[in-house]
């Protein structure tokens, strides 16, 4: 797992940016991550833990998202 800290996230629109702890570029987040991972609210600079999955589109995204 990485870590890292939620650039920003809009849960009106469902999805926000995670920057991880070691500079690499910023990973996608969507609401359905957070949702899966039980977390009600999740707010910009809270420190994470993730895995990062490629999907169908080859983009990267969070995934196995937990509160650090």
Same mark, same amino acid.
């Given at each position: ?9 809009? #849960? ?5 940016? $995670? ?7 910023? $990973?996608?987040?969507? $609401? ?6 039980? $977390? ?20 990267? #995204?969070? #995934? ?5």
């Amino acid at each position: 797992m990485a870590n890292g800290t939620v650039k920003w996230f809009n #849960s009106t629109k469902g999805f926000g940016f $995670i920057q991880p702890e070691h500079g690499s570029k910023d $990973i996608f987040l969507h $609401i359905s991550a957070v949702e899966r991972a039980g $977390i009600s609210r999740i707010e910009d600079g809270q420190a994470v833990t993730f895995d990062v999955e490629s999907g169908r589109d080859g983009r990267e #995204s969070a #995934s196995n998202l937990a509160l650090a």
